[in-house]
């Protein structure tokens, strides 16, 4: 079961990573973290850097793909090599799934038309002009389409698609192994709980930033 988690620059790492601590351990995976061209790819940060193994063409018939977020995916959205892979990687896996504002990656590409969806809370009514049907939920599944909110929310997708895969006892053991039991400080972790001047900072900031996840 070969696992592709794309790279691009400025990627959010816990977008990539936090799946990646769930799904390399399912029986049988293989993950490969593959880009455009393989080698060191920078986080939106730039104080990290993931390496890509594999360059994309490398890596034609994935079973699972998986796109992640942050400031970079604005590149992405113009059609390009990426984009091209993608469609071609689709028609063939028997999993298509992002995290954050990956899914507007996957939109772009046009694998999302007509499906519901999810994004960053900041970028989630973008959806729209890609076709696809915004939800404000963590964790949205489409046929063979799981698409999370933003950055952490990748976690829950991965062990929910865990729990697809290998079932739900399968899944739950790799959340213990983990120990992701989340129990923030806070009550900030959504637009819906964060306090209202919070909120509204951030939107003021996204409007000039690329940063939506």
């Known amino acids: 079961m070969q696992i592709a988690i794309v790279l691009y620059d400025r990627f959010t790492a816990l977008d990539a990573v936090g799946p990646y601590e769930v799904l390399s351990r399912l029986d049988g995976a293989e993950v490969v973290f593959a880009a455009e061209r393989p080698g060191l790819v920078r986080t939106d940060t730039g104080m990290l850097a993931v390496t890509a193994d594999i360059a994309l063409a490398e890596v ?29 990687a689709d028609g063939t896996s028997t999993w298509t799934t992002s995290v954050c504002t990956g ?3 996957l939109a772009a590409a046009g694998l999302l038309a007509g499906r519901r969806a999810t994004s960053h809370w900041l970028a989630l009514e973008r959806l729209e002009s890609f076709g696809a049907h915004p939800v404000g939920e963590r964790v949205v599944a489409d046929g063979k389409y799981l698409t999370a909110a933003g950055v952490s929310a990748g976690i829950d997708m991965a062990l929910d698609l865990s729990a697809r895969i290998g079932g739900a006892t399968r899944a739950q053991a790799i959340q213990l192994m983990i120990e992701y039991d989340p129990q923030p400080p806070f009550s900030a972790g959504s637009p819906r709980t964060a306090p209202a001047d919070l909120v509204a900072a951030a939107r003021r900031a996204s409007r000039h930033s690329a940063w939506a996840g």
């Open 60 to 88: 034609p018939r994935p079973d699972i793909v998986l796109v992640p977020g942050g400031p970079g995916s604005e590149a992405q959205l113009a059609d390009g090599p990426l984009g091209e892979w993608l469609r071609a």
């Open 103 to 105: 899914s507007l990656i």
